[in-house]
């Protein structure tokens, strides 16, 4: 099992510029999120899924936009990259039963 | 709404030494508990977990937590470490909010090992 899966693990951008960040996973599980992760302020929660077609947004989600048009997908994109989105960003899914979050090994991004 | 605190940010101490990091959670309602270990340029790896239950919760790697809803804690203990055991640890709270789930993260706590 592959689990979650995210590309690309590094990205360099150049302020204003537009990309997407995607995340899979092979676990069938409905609820996915999307976090980032800055030192001293742990993960914040950018954006969740409880379902395809279902997302709602988390505690920092400006500047980004998700999707979830299959159970398997969930990715974030940044319209328009600033500095201040200069993160590690993670991509997690959480089990029916076990009450979980799998997380992939993340991305880092940095907007210059 | 939820909220964690990790009240330490970082941790050394000595191999073979015992440890604790704290972990304190914002409400007495029913929860869901977790701890995570992330250890350098990895993602987070579940260390344990409280559903329900016994209140002492063993997990991997010789950690064990221990939920008190009292004192709305729970805090993570290991008898003796290892230098392996350096990582930055994560605790976490699931909340349930009009049916959905949200998981609000501490800000985590550097354990650094010793020789």
């Known amino acids: 099992n592959a689990g979650v899966t995210q590309t690309p693990k590094f990205q360099v951008l150049k302020t204003g510029q537009s990309m997407t960040l995607q995340c899979a996973q092979d676990?069938?599980?409905?609820?996915m999120s999307w976090y980032r992760q800055d030192p001293g302020m742990g993960l914040r929660l950018i954006h969740y899924s409880v379902g395809a077609g279902i997302t709602d947004q988390g505690e920092v989600p400006n500047g980004y936009n998700v999707s979830r048009s299959t159970t398997e997908d969930f990715p974030l994109r940044l319209l328009s990259a600033a500095p201040s989105q200069t993160s590690v960003y993670f991509c997690a899914s959480r089990g029916p039963n076990t009450g979980e979050l799998f997380f992939g090994e993340g991305s880092r991004l940095t907007v210059l | 709404a939820q909220s964690v605190t990790q009240l330490d940010s970082q941790v050394p101490v000595f191999e073979e030494a015992p440890v604790e990091l704290r972990c304190n959670y914002s409400?007495?309602?029913?929860?869901?508990l977790f701890w995570y270990v992330q250890y350098p340029n990895q993602g987070l790896q579940l260390l344990l977990k409280?559903?329900?239950?016994?209140?002492l919760v063993k997990g991997i790697n010789g950690f064990e937590a221990e939920f008190n809803k009292s004192q709305t804690s729970f805090h993570l203990r290991k008898p003796s470490v290892h230098i392996s055991d350096t990582a930055e640890y994560f605790c976490a709270v699931r909340e349930t909010t009009s049916g959905t789930y949200k998981y609000i993260f501490g800000t985590g706590t550097r354990l650094k090992v010793l020789a």
């Open positions: 409400s007495s309602v029913s929860v869901y």
């Open positions: 409280y559903l329900s239950g016994s209140t």
């Open positions: 676990m069938n599980h409905e609820y």
